[in-house]
C-alpha cells in the first residue's frame, strides 16, 4: 500500500467529516422543523402559493415522504445497470451529502423566515428533487473522476441548481412541476460540461463499449431498474403536483408516454443494431426519456394520444441519439457521456420544454378549466397572457441551458486544480488503494480492471 | 447474418411499427380524459354500480394508479424466477402494447360514450388487469413462441379476455373482485390450449429440467419476486375492491392465505423431492397460488381461519400439482406449460372459484351485515337470491373455461400461420440473429443455447 | 441418501404440518375479524388508547396493512447480503409461522374479549413487529441451526417478546413507538445468547470471513437492500406513530440519522479497513443502525440537528463495533455472531433507549406542544412527571435486556436438546441430505460447502 493511496484514502475520510461537522453545525444554528398545524413560514413565492395553502395539503404529506428518495435511487438503479455497482457506493454517498446539503440551500431561499430555516416534508421533496439533478450530472462522468471530486461536484452544483430552480419557478413563474428544465435538462447539461473540460484524450470509446457489453448480470439490474421506474416514478409525478384532482392526468399521461417510448424501442433497436429484440438496457433508457419529456408537459397535456405521440417520438430520438449522437458527441466534441445522460435527460428535457411552450401557447381558461388556476395561477389571475406565459416558458431553457454549462465549466474547472487530483494518470493505474472499488464492486472474472471510479485524471 | 434473420428483425420492428401508429391514431379519434369533478360517463353498468359513486371514490385515484403496474409486474417478475432475465424484453413489449390495446377495446365496453371513450384511472387499472392474464399465458409458451407471436397473441387474448370479464361481471353479475376467474383461469387455460396447438414433439421434458436446474441465479430472483408479491399483492387486492372498509378483509384474508400456503410448500416439499427444504422458485409458486385462490373469496370470507384452510390446501395442491400432474399433462395431453402456470394460477383459480360460490351460497344479510351491497350488490337490492347468485358464480367457472380454452385453440391455430413462423425449427437453429436474447440475456456459461425465445416452431 | 437424512427432512415435514394444523384449529376456536364500523373491542389498555378512537383512524388502515410486511422483509433483504440466498427460505419459513403464532399470542393480550380474539389491519402490523425481533434473532445464529431449531426458536422468541413488550408499553406505559427496545435490542441480545448458549469452538471467525468474502454478487443484494431500507423504513415509522400530524417529524428524523449515518461510514471505513470507499454491506449496516436508534428517540427529537448527531455518533460507533467489538465478542465471551447483529441493532437500539430517556427528561408541554398528548399520554393526564416518565423509560432498558438474556438462555438451552440436532456434528458433514439448502441456495463454485443452514449443532 503506497502512501499515495492511504493519503487519498484518508483525503476522503477526513473531507466528509469535515463537511458532516459543518452540517450539523449549520443544522444547529440555522434549521429548525416548522411548527405543524399553522400554515407555515411560507413566502408569498410561487412555490408555495401553487400549493392550496388550506388543511387538504395536510394529508399528501406522509406520502409526499414516501416517495421522497424515489426519484433520486430510481436514477442510481438505473445507471447500475449501465456501470455495475461499485459505482453505487459512491452515489449513495453523493446522495447522503446532495439532501443535507439541498435542504440547508434551498431553505435558505424558500423557507427562510427571522434567521431559521422551517424545514418539512416539503423541503425534504425539494431537496431530493435537487439530489436528482446531480446524480444526472455523476452520470456522465462516472468512471472518470474520484470520490472527492464527486463530493465537490455535488457541493457546487446543488447550490447552482438551486440558484436555477429559484431563477425559474419563483422569480419568472415558469410552471415546470416534472422538472424537465430544472432536473432533466440542468442535470444533464451541467455533467457533459463538467465531461468536457475533464476530457482525457486515451480514455476512449473502448472502455465504453466494454462496459455495455458484461452482458447478463448488467441485464439483470436494467429489468429490476425498469420494474422500479414503472412503478414509481408516475407516482412522483403526481407528489410535485399535487392538487385535488390535477394530478390525475399527469400520472396517466406520464404512463402513456412511458409506453409509447418502450414501443419505439421495439421499432428502432431492429433496426440499428441488428438484434432482434433490443437489450433490457436500451429500454430502460427508453423507460427515463420517456418519463423525462413528460417532465413539464405532464399536467398541460389534455389528450392521452399527445402523450403517446410525444413519448414515441422521444423513444425514437433517444435511440438515434445513443447510435449516432454519442459518437459525434465524444470525436467531435470532446464530451465522453458515460451513462448516455444527453440521450436519456438532456434532449428529451429539452423536448418536454418545447411541448411543454407549445401547450402553453394552445391552454385556454376553456380548454383547460378549472385547471387552469392549478397549472398556469399568473395566467388565471389575469396578471399574465398565455402568450406571455408561453414566451417565458420558453425563454427558460435557453436559461437554463446556460447556466448548466456555464456551471459544469466552473465546476469542471475547479475539479481539475493539481491538489485534487490524487497522482498523474499513470502512477494511479499502479495503485491498487484507488481501484478497490471497482474491484470490489464488480465481477473480478470480468476483467474490467479499468472501470474502477477512481481510476481518476 | 443470413437474410432469414434480417427479415424477421424487421418484421418484428414493422409490426411494432404499424401497431403503435394504428393504437395513436385509434386513441386520437376515439379516447379522451374523463373530465373530472364530474360522475364521469359511467353506464348503469355492475362495474361502475358498484363503486360507490359519490365524491369518496375520488380519493383512492392516485393510490389506484399507483399499483397499476404492480400485478403484471409481480408476473414479469416470477417469471423471470424460472425462465431467466432473457424474457423480460418480450415481457415488457406484451406489456407496453396490451395495456393500450386494454384500454381501447375495454372502453368500447365500459366508458363509450357519444363516440368517444373516456379514460382515467379506473380504466388504467381495468387495462392492467387484462395484461396480467396475458402475462400469466405468456407463461405457458415461453420459449417456444417467437415476439411477433407473442404480439398477436397479446392482440387476441385482450380482447377474448375483455369480452370474458364482460359478459361475467357486467351481463351475469358475478363477483370476482380478485379475478380468480377473469384473470386467473382464463389466463392459464388460454395459454396452455396456445400451448398445446403449438405442440412440438422434440422439444421435450428435458429442457425444462434444465432450466429449472440453473439454480443459484434464479434463486436470487425467487427471493425478490417473492418478496414482491409479499409486499405489493395483498395491497392490489384492496383497489379492486375499494369500499370504504370492506377492503379490510380482503386484505387480510390475501395475507392469512399466503402464509399458510407457504407453510404447505415447507410440508410437501420434503416429502416429494428428497430436500431439506423447499427451493425459492417453489416457495414462490406457492405464494402465488395463495394469492389465485383468494380472487374471488378474499372479500366473501368471513373468518380468519377460512383463509388458513384455503391457503393451506391449494399450497398442497400446487406442489402435488407441480410433481405429478405437470408430467402428465405434458405426456398424455402434450401441453407443455414452461412456468407451470397451470398450477399456479389454473387450478387454484378454480378452486377459488369453487370457493367463492360456497361461500356466495352461505351468505346472509345476517353474517354480511352492510357488506353484503358491497359484496353482493343484487342480492342486497333484492333482485336476487342467495342460491341464484351462487348459481350464477358457479355457471361462470365453466363459461370461462369454455371461452378460454376456445380463445386458445383459435389463438393458436392463427399463431401456427406458415408466414408467422420465421423459417423451419431447423434452420433456427443455426441462425443466430434469432437467438441473440437468448443468448444476451442468460448466462453464458450455462450453455442453455436452446432455451432462446425466438427458438421458434 | 442415508436414513438420518429421510428422517430429518421427514422431521421438519412433520413438524410443519403439525404447527399449521395447531395454528388453523386455534385460529378456528379463538380468532375473528373484529366487526368494523364499531370503535372494536380494545381494552382500555395504552396501546389502544395511544391512537385516536374516532374515526380518523379508520383511514390509515389499508396503509397499515400495505407495509405490514415491509419491516420484517426489510431485514431479511439485508441479511441476504450477509449471508446469501441460501438462508431466504428459512427466513420466510419463520416469518410466514411467527406471524400467525404472532396474531394468536398478542391477540391474547391485547385484542381478547368473551373467549375470541378479535383481529384486524392493527394485530397484523403487531405480529409483524414481532416477527421482526425474531429475525434479528435468527441473524446472529444464521448457519448453525437447523429450520428444526429455527421453528422452535421463533415459537419461543414470539411468545417472550410479545410479554416483554406488553410489560413495557401496555403496564409500564414506556413510550417506544418505533421499538428501539421492544425490537431492536430484545430481538438482538436474544440471539445473541442463543448464539452464545449454542458455541461450538471449532466453527470459528474463518468461516464468517469467507462469508463476508464472497464479493460481487452480496454486493447486489446489499444495494439492492440498502435502497429498500431507505424507501421504506421511514414510512414504517409513520405507521406505528399515526397520529394525525405527528408522524411528519418521525419521518424527518429517521431521514436525518439515516443519512448522517451513512456519512459515519465514509469517515471511519478508509481509516479502519485500509479502502478507499466503504462496501455496500458496511453501508447497510450504517443504515440500519441509523434506523434503529430511532425507534424510540424519532419522535421524541424536536429539531432536525439532533437527529443529524444521533446518527452520526451511532454510525461511527456501529462501525468501531464491527471492528473492535466483534472479535472481542466471539474471543472472550464465546458469542458469534453471523450477521453482526450486535453492531447493527443491540448498540443503536439501547443508545436509542438512553437518547429516549434524556429526550423525556427535557421534554415539556411548552416545547411538545399539543404533541405532548400523543407521545406521552401519561404526562400530558398529569398522572405522571417527566422526571416518573424518563425514569419509567430507562427502567426499561435493563428490563428488556434481562427478559432477552434470560429467553435467550432458556431457548438456546432447549435447541440443544439430544433430540432436536439431527446427528452429531461429525456425521452431519458427510450428509448431503443435509446441505442441499446450503449447495442449491448459494453459488457452487465459491466453494462455501461449510456454510449452509443445516451445518448443524
Known amino acids: 500500500m503506497s ?39 411560507c413566502p ?23 416517495v421522497q428518495v424515489l426519484l433520486s435511487f430510481g436514477l442510481l438503479v438505473a445507471f447500475l445497470s449501465r456501470y455495475g455497482p461499485g459505482s453505487a457506493a459512491i452515489s449513495i454517498l453523493i446522495t447522503a451529502f446532495s439532501i443535507q446539503w439541498a435542504v440547508l440551500i ?64 419563483t422569480l419568472m413563474g415558469v410552471s415546470d412541476s416534472g422538472g424537465s428544465l430544472t432536473i432533466h435538462t440542468f442535470g444533464a447539461y451541467f455533467g457533459l460540461m463538467v465531461s468536457r473540460v475533464l476530457y482525457l484524450p ?52 406520464t404512463y402513456f408516454s412511458l409506453v409509447a417510448s418502450t414501443m419505439s424501442t421495439f421499432i428502432l433497436s431492429p433496426v440499428l443494431y441488428e438484434e432482434g429484440t433490443p437489450r433490457m438496457v ?54 465522453q457521456d458515460t451513462c448516455g445522460v444527453h440521450n436519456i435527460h438532456g434532449l428529451p428535457g429539452v423536448l418536454g420544454a418545447l411541448l411543454g411552450t407549445l401547450l402553453t401557447l394552445l391552454a385556454t381558461a376553456d380548454t383547460f378549466g378549472y385547471r387552469l388556476e392549478l397549472v398556469f395561477p399568473l395566467v388565471a389571475q389575469g396578471s399574465r397572457t398565455v402568450t406571455d406565459q408561453a414566451f417565458i416558458q420558453l425563454s427558460a431553457l435557453p436559461l437554463t441551458l446556460l447556466l448548466a454549462t456555464l456551471g459544469g465549466c466552473i465546476t469542471g474547472a475547479v475539479l481539475k486544480i493539481k491538489v485534487l487530483r490524487c497522482c498523474p494518470a499513470a502512477q494511479c493505474r499502479e495503485n491498487p488503494g484507488l481501484r478497490e472499488v471497482a474491484e470490489e464492486g464488480s465481477d473480478p472474472s470480468a476483467g474490467d480492471k479499468e472501470l474502477g471510479i477512481s481510476t481518476l485524471v
Open 44 to 66: 408569498p413565492q410561487l412555490n408555495c402559493s401553487r400549493r392550496s395553502p388550506d388543511s387538504a395539503f395536510q394529508q399528501p404529506r406522509i406520502q409526499d415522504v414516501h
Open 106 to 169: 434551498q431553505g435558505m431561499l424558500y423557507f427562510f423566515l427571522n434567521g431559521k430555516i422551517y424545514v418539512g416534508a416539503r423541503s425534504m421533496v425539494s431537496a431530493d428533487l435537487c439530489t436528482a439533478a446531480v446524480l444526472i450530472s455523476t452520470g456522465a462522468v462516472l468512471g472518470r473522476v474520484n470520490p472527492v471530486q464527486m463530493l465537490l461536484l455535488a457541493l457546487l452544483e446543488v447550490t447552482l441548481c438551486t440558484v436555477n430552480e429559484y431563477i425559474l419557478l
Open 3 to 41: 502512501e499515495h493511496a492511504t493519503a487519498s484514502r484518508l483525503r476522503l475520510s477526513g473531507l466528509c467529516f469535515l463537511l458532516q461537522i459543518l452540517l450539523i453545525l449549520l443544522f444547529a444554528v440555522l434549521v429548525r422543523y416548522s411548527p405543524e398545524g399553522s400554515p407555515g413560514p
Open 202 to 253: 486515451h480514455k476512449n470509446k473502448r472502455k465504453r463499449e466494454e462496459q455495455q457489453d458484461k452482458g447478463h448480470q448488467m441485464d439483470v439490474l436494467a429489468v429490476v431498474g425498469t420494474i422500479y421506474l414503472w412503478i414509481f416514478w408516475p407516482s412522483f409525478t403526481s407528489t410535485t403536483t399535487a392538487h385535488h384532482n390535477a394530478e390525475n392526468w399527469a400520472v396517466l399521461n
Open 282 to 335: 436500451q429500454i430502460q433508457d427508453a423507460t427515463l426519456a420517456g418519463l423525462a419529456v413528460m417532465g413539464m408537459a405532464g399536467e398541460m397535456l389534455l389528450t392521452p394520444f399527445g402523450a403517446l405521440i410525444a413519448g414515441f417520438l422521444v423513444g425514437l430520438i433517444s435511440s438515434l441519439g445513443f447510435r449516432f449522437f454519442t459518437p459525434v458527441l465524444h470525436s467531435r466534441l470532446k464530451i
